[in-house]
């Protein structure tokens, strides 16, 4: 990350666009560098208050640069989401149909709750809802980034397996939100509120296994 107190156009915004390949393409590094300088200030200033002339000093390159990648603040907001889910590997090569369903429930729900209860999402989260009446269109962008994308990978995973006679649901709409919904367990509520975890609190590991074990024995066709 660059310094935040650089200009746009110095010599530090320079030396990105000379740095030699160390293992990654010098556009991808700046395309990297500009939605991770966009992630901590939409987080530390809140979204409306961050502009791309802002976001292009902290990356330590040109508003120009900034431009030729993100056609806007609202599709740099998007790919921010996106790049936070993928990173805690909630993507499509996730959901294996020839894999074990109980497998790779599993680790979705690991997968999921780390990616819940991690510090940037509850940031992000509370900002989303201090400014839900005076600015829905973000929570929207939101929702369609993280949620829809998560809900569309698992309904379709499980709609396969449904036509493979794996499992057996009647509305993997409703299956999907069930088994996703079922995760969001006391402890993110809680985190959320910023009130401490009790000390009665179920596991997370043994909580996520009897949500697997009761999701397949419902939808289990053996």
């Known amino acids: 990350m ?7 156009g110095s010599a530090t915004s320079a030396a990105i666009d000379k740095q030699p390949n160390r293992g990654r393409p010098r556009s991808e590094e ?3 560098a500009i ?16 502009s791309m002339d802002r976001i292009a000093e902290q990356a330590g390159v040109s508003k120009q640069t900034v431009y030729s ?10 790919t921010c989401v996106e790049e936070k889910c993928d990173s805690y590997g909630l993507t499509s090569n996730l959901f294996d149909v020839t894999q074990p369903i109980r497998e790779t429930l599993t680790r979705t729900g690991h997968k999921f709750s780390q990616m819940l209860l991690s510090d940037d999402a509850i940031r992000l989260k509370r900002l989303l809802c201090a400014h839900a009446e ?3 269109k973000l929570s929207a962008l939101f929702f369609d980034s ?3 994308r998560l809900l ?8 396969e397996l449904t036509a493979q006679n794996k499992l057996i649901i009647r509305d993997t709409a409703i299956a999907t939100r069930q088994f996703l ?3 969001q367990q006391e402890t993110h509520l809680r985190r959320l509120l910023n009130v401490p975890d009790c000390s009665h609190a179920p596991d997370n590991d043994e909580y996520i296994d009897e949500c697997v074990n009761m999701f397949l024995d419902y939808y289990s066709s053996e």
């Open 30 to 32: 700046k395309r990297r």
């Open 2 to 8: 660059q310094d935040a107190h650089t200009t746009p």
């Open 146 to 148: 993280g949620p829809k």
């Open 152 to 159: 569309t990978l698992l309904d379709q995973y499980l709609s």
């Open 181 to 183: 919904y079922m995760l």
């Open 134 to 136: 005076s600015n829905p």
């Open 35 to 50: 939605y991770e300088a966009a992630s901590a200030l939409f987080l530390d200033s809140g979204y409306d208050n961050v």
């Open 69 to 78: 990648y993100f056609a806007n603040k609202e599709a740099l907001f998007c």
